[in-house]
């Protein structure tokens, strides 16, 4: 039961336009023809998709963590800046989603996976954690840097490379529709790292985070 509560409430951290939008574009993109279609093909897309939800409520709890006060103005109905979870409750969240992610994708052997989680991890950690060299958020190209790299080339590339090896047995080469569902989301993660800083402007101009918006 504590488990199953835990994971209701980390769902207040969950992105989750990421996560339908990778497991759509997976399935239409990484199928070449109807037999494809299988158990053994959502049981492969699942063990992929199982750690990227969790490295995702990661990253974007451990950006909330670090934005309480920015959020009370830009994002006020978020879970911890509406008071809804404590700062431990967000901290626990946080950990033990990364914990979770790591462990879930050690345990399915997947080396593609465990490389994006690995990447997504230390690049989301970049982003957001309020250290020296780091906070990357406050610097428009490099936080823009981040969401491209995360979600339009490191994401496509770990699953196509499971997919393609790990699931249906094929050697992993480069075919015209990865190659366009990689330049689509490029294209794609641009134009949400513009627009999803034009609603935080106010809260982002007065805690010194140059967006793309105002940049």
């Given at each position: 039961m504590l488990l199953v509560n835990s994971w209701m409430l980390s769902i207040g951290f969950l992105d989750p336009h990421t996560v339908i939008g990778t497991a759509l574009q997976r399935c239409l993109f990484f199928l070449e023809t109807i037999s494809d279609i299988s158990p053994t093909f959502f049981l492969g897309l699942f063990k992929a998709?199982?750690?990227?939800?969790?490295?995702?409520?990661?990253?974007?709890?451990?950006?909330?963590?670090?934005?309480?006060?920015?959020?009370?103005?830009?994002?006020?109905?978020?879970?911890?800046?509406?008071?809804?979870?404590?700062?431990?409750?967000?901290i626990v969240l946080v950990a033990a989603s990364c914990i979770m992610s790591f462990a879930y994708g050690s345990e399915v052997r997947i080396s593609a996976v465990l490389f994006a989680l690995l990447i997504s991890f230390l690049l989301g950690s970049a982003y957001s954690v309020d250290l020296p060299l780091l906070r990357w958020k406050r610097h428009a190209f490099l936080a823009a840097s981040c969401i491209l790299c995360v979600r339009a080339i490191l994401v496509q590339?770990?699953?196509?490379?499971?997919?393609?090896?790990?699931?249906?047995?094929?050697?992993?080469?480069?075919?015209?529709?990865?190659?366009?569902?990689?330049?689509?989301?490029?294209?794609?993660?641009?134009?949400?790292?513009?627009?999803?800083?034009?609603?935080?402007?106010?809260g982002d101009r007065d805690y010194g985070i140059q967006s793309l918006a105002f940049a």
């Open positions: 998709l199982v750690p990227a939800i969790f490295m995702n409520i990661y990253v974007v709890g451990l950006n909330q963590l670090f934005d309480v006060e920015i959020d009370k103005v830009n994002k006020p109905t978020l879970p911890l800046a509406s008071g809804e979870f404590s700062m431990s409750t967000g590339l770990a699953f196509f490379m499971h997919i393609q090896r790990y699931v249906l047995g094929r050697p992993i080469v480069l075919k015209k529709s990865v190659i366009f569902a990689t330049a689509f989301m490029c294209f794609f993660s641009a134009v949400i790292a513009l627009f999803k800083d034009i609603p935080d402007v106010d």
